[in-house]
C-alpha cells in the first residue's frame, strides 16, 4: 500500500480502537500493524504526538505477567476527535466509491 | 541480528540532545515493548527487526518533538531546528523542505527590505524639505509638499513592514503544518 495512504489512516486506526477500550502499546501495535503495514517503530512517536495534543492520556496498570504496563485511554477532546474524523473518513470513502465505481 | 540491548544503546546514542523527560519517555516505550514481546516468546532479535531502525526512530521523535516546540513558540530558531531535525529524516526531504522554507524567507526578507527603503526615501524627503530649494535646481518643488510627501512615505515604509510581519507569521504556520505532514508521511516507511 501507498506510504502516504498508510500515514492517513494511521491516527484514525489508533483513535478508534481506543474508543472501545483502552489499550496498552504493544497491542495497539500489534492490531494496526496487522492491518497496515508498517514499522512497528513508529506508532510510538504517533501516540507521543497525540498525547502531547491532548487527545490521549496514559495510565499505569499491573499486569499478571510482569511489570506495569502503559495504558492508552482517550480524552474528552480524543473522544470528540475521534468520532469526527470517523464521520469525515464515511463520507469521504462513500465519493471515492462513487467514483470507481 | 540485534539484540534489546544493542537496539536500546543505539537509540540512546541518537537521542542524546533531548531533554532528560522527553529521551526516558521514548526508552521506556520500546523497553516495555520489547519486554511484552518477549513474554509473548517473541525473539529479540524479531522485536528488533520490527521495531525498525533505532537511529531512523529517534531521528522521527526528535523531530515531533522540535516540531511541537515550533508550534508553541514559532521563533525563527525553532523553525529552523524543526526543518533540519525533518531534513534528517530523509533525503528527499531536503528538497520538498528546504526549497519552499528559502523561498519564503526571501519573500519576507525582500519585503522588509522594500519596506525599509520606502521609509528611507520618505524620510531623506523629510529633510530635504529644510534645505534650500535652490540646491535641487528644480524650482518646482514645494517644501511643504516635500514635508508631507516624505511623512506619508514613511508611514508607508512602516505600514509595509508591519504588514510583512504578518505575512512572516502567516508563513511560520504554514511551515510548521507542512513540516508535520510532511513528518507523517515520511516517518511511515517500512524498511
Excluded at chain 1, 11 to 38: A, F, M, N, P, R
Excluded at chain 1, 77 to 85: F, I, L, N, R
Excluded at chain 2, 61 to 68: F, G, I, Q, R, T
Aim: aromatic fraction near 12%; charged fraction near 30%; proline fraction near 2%.
Amino acid at each position: 500500500m501507498d506510504t502516504q495512504f498508510k500515514k492517513g489512516v494511521l491516527e484514525i486506526g489508533v483513535l478508534s480502537l481506543l474508543q472501545q477500550k483502552d489499550y496498552y502499546g504493544y497491542e495497539l501495535v500489534q492490531i494496526i500493524s496487522k492491518t497496515i503495514e508498517i514499522s512497528e517503530g513508529t506508532l510510538y512517536p504517533l501516540l507521543r504526538r497525540l498525547k502531547k495534543e491532548g487527545f490521549l492520556k496514559t495510565y499505569l496498570k499491573e499486569s499478571k505477567e510482569g511489570p506495569s504496563r502503559k495504558y492508552y485511554q482517550l480524552t474528552n477532546k480524543g473522544k470528540e476527535k475521534a468520532k469526527k474524523m470517523k464521520t469525515e473518513w464515511k463520507e469521504f470513502v462513500k465519493k471515492i466509491e462513487k467514483i470507481l465505481k | 541480528m540485534t539484540t534489546k540491548k544493542q537496539f536500546m544503546s543505539e537509540l540512546k546514542k541518537n537521542l542524546k540532545s533531548l531533554s532528560k523527560e522527553d529521551r526516558e519517555e521514548i526508552i521506556e516505550d520500546y523497553e516495555e515493548h520489547f519486554d511484552v514481546g518477549k513474554k509473548k516468546k517473541r525473539t529479540e532479535a524479531d522485536i528488533a527487526k520490527s521495531l525498525g531502525k533505532p537511529k531512523q526512530l529517534a531521528k522521527q521523535a526528535k523531530a515531533e518533538l522540535l516540531v511541537s516546540k515550533a508550534e508553541k513558540k514559532k521563533s525563527f530558531k525553532n523553525i529552523w531546528k524543526a526543518i533540519f531535525a525533518t531534513i534528517g529524516l530523509s533525503f528527499f526531504n531536503l528538497i520538498v523542505m528546504l526549497g519552499p522554507f528559502i523561498a519564503m524567507f526571501a519573500i519576507v526578507i525582500s519585503f522588509f527590505a522594500a519596506g525599509f527603503a520606502i521609509a528611507m526615501s520618505g524620510l531623506a524627503l523629510v529633510v530635504a524639505a529644510f534645505l534650500p530649494l535652490e540646491f535641487f535646481y528644480i524650482p518646482a518643488f514645494n517644501h511643504l509638499a516635500m514635508f508631507f510627501g516624505g511623512i506619508g512615505l514613511v508611514c508607508l515604509g512602516i505600514l509595509f513592514c508591519i504588514g510583512t510581519w504578518y505575512i512572516g507569521k502567516g508563513f511560520s504556520i504554514l511551515t510548521i503544518k507542512y513540516i508535520k505532514l510532511n513528518i507523517r508521511i515520511i516517518s511511515g516507511e517500512k524498511e
